[in-house]
């Protein structure tokens, strides 16, 4: 029975284009050992070596979103830490990439990413990177982590609107799916 459903997943990974998922605990050490899977299996399949630096740089800050902020937690034994836990995708097709992660978030923090990926989303490329600037002077002011630095970086290396979907789960937690299309520089 087990192998049907899995021959069944498998053929619909083929059909969705789907060259490599994750659903699990996003810890360090798991991350480190994904962007190598995925610098390798990119840098075999594609000798364009910018790309091949955005989709990983942009999987990381993904997988990190997931790691950091997930309301999801799962305890990894070996470094005695609970991480979050979520689900993150690449798809590919027609010489496009699209990133896809999805972890529970805390509906307290909904507006604040919504708004923050509207506001992404409306700047061009000058824009996102005094944006990014701005950011950066204010976090160090206010010793936080991140203050949305990841996904202005995202927006600015994919050269892309951010996708969002919110999916409520139950009173405290919704589902947040975010979503980047990369392609290759017509320069590369």
């Given at each position: 029975?087990?192998?049907?459903?899995?021959?069944?997943?498998?053929?619909?990974?083929?059909?969705?284009?789907?060259?490599?998922?994750?659903q699990?605990?996003?810890?360090?050490?798991?991350?480190?050992?994904m962007?190598?899977?995925?610098?390798?299996?990119?840098?075999?399949e594609?000798?364009r070596?910018?790309l091949?630096?955005?989709?990983?740089?942009?999987?990381?800050?993904?997988?990190?979103?997931?790691?950091?902020?997930?309301?999801e937690?799962?305890?990894?034994?070996?470094?005695?830490?609970?991480?979050?836990?979520?689900?993150?995708?690449?798809?590919?097709?027609?010489?496009?990439?699209?990133?896809?992660?999805?972890?529970?978030?805390?509906k307290?923090?909904?507006?604040?990413?919504i708004?923050?990926c509207?506001?992404?989303?409306?700047?061009?490329?000058?824009?996102?990177?005094?944006?990014?600037?701005?950011?950066?002077?204010?976090?160090?002011k206010?010793?936080?982590?991140?203050a949305?630095l990841?996904?202005i970086?995202?927006?600015?290396?994919?050269?892309?609107?951010?996708?969002?979907?919110?999916?409520?789960?139950?009173?405290?937690?919704?589902?947040?799916?975010?979503?980047?299309?990369?392609?290759?520089?017509?320069?590369?």
């Amino acid at each position: 029975m087990a192998e049907l459903e899995l021959f069944e997943y498998y053929r619909k990974m083929c059909e969705r284009n789907i060259v490599l998922d994750f659903q699990g605990a996003i810890s360090q050490d798991m991350l480190v050992g994904m962007a190598e899977l995925i610098k390798s299996k990119f840098s075999l399949e594609m000798h364009r070596t910018n790309l091949v630096k955005k989709l990983l740089s942009i999987f990381i800050e993904m997988a990190q979103n997931i790691a950091f902020y997930s309301t999801e937690r799962a305890r990894v034994d070996h470094i005695d830490k609970d991480v979050g836990a979520g689900i993150i995708v690449v798809t590919e097709k027609d010489k496009v990439y699209t990133i896809t992660s999805g972890n529970m978030v805390n509906k307290k923090n909904l507006l604040f990413i919504i708004e923050h990926c509207q506001k992404i989303n409306t700047m061009d490329k000058e824009e996102l990177k005094q944006f990014y600037k701005e950011k950066i002077k204010l976090s160090r002011k206010k010793d936080e982590k991140g203050a949305g630095l990841g996904l202005i970086d995202v927006a600015r290396k994919s050269g892309n609107p951010i996708q969002f979907n919110i999916t409520p789960v139950d009173e405290n937690n919704s589902f947040l799916v975010l979503s980047v299309k990369v392609q290759e520089d017509n320069n590369e």
